[in-house]
């Protein structure tokens, strides 16, 4: 009988790794990305010209408790559509499929972002965590996080920030320092 326990103890705690790990990738990944963005940017090689688009995703579910939440939040959903009255080159997308259980279609991705479909597709990826944010620039992923800590703690800032660059960087082109 102990053994059995002890067999069912084993897949329980393989179960459970298993469930945490998309979100501990995502997390991963995240940190990867950010401190990759980070160096880059304090060597100057993060190129966001004026004119190139910044995609936010928000992956969402209709039937998901804490997307509900999220939506419903003044610093939600809602700021989420005014970024690109802030910032023009910014641009907000939801992907809000039909069901928690439910997996992602194509239809639900604008033809400038098909690439991100494509690619969560390739790796049986199509039913992420929700609330999931993401932030792609240059077509790829630079940021990718779940939750609503993450959205308002890491996404806005890093929108943000990304602006701030971008801002630095054409008011540098705009004024080029002369030299002596």
Known sequence: MFR??????CHLVCVSALAAEPAAVAQQNTAQSSAVSETKA???????????????????AVDCPICKVWRKSSSGLPLGM??????????????????????????????????????????????????????VMHNRVVLRLAGLQAWNEQVIPSVQKLEGMRESASAAEAHPATQR
């Open 42 to 60: 304090q060597r100057g090689k993060v190129v966001l010209g004026r004119d190139d688009p910044v995609y936010v995703v928000a992956h969402s």
């Open 82 to 135: 005014k970024l690109s009255q802030t910032w023009p080159h910014v641009h907000f997308v939801l992907i809000d499929r039909a069901s928690l259980r439910g997996s992602e279609d194509e239809s639900l991705y604008p033809p400038e972002l098909h690439f991100l479909y494509q690619e969560r597709r390739d790796r049986y990826q199509l039913s992420p965590p929700t609330p999931l944010f993401e932030i």
């Open 4 to 9: 059995q326990i002890a067999v069912l103890l």
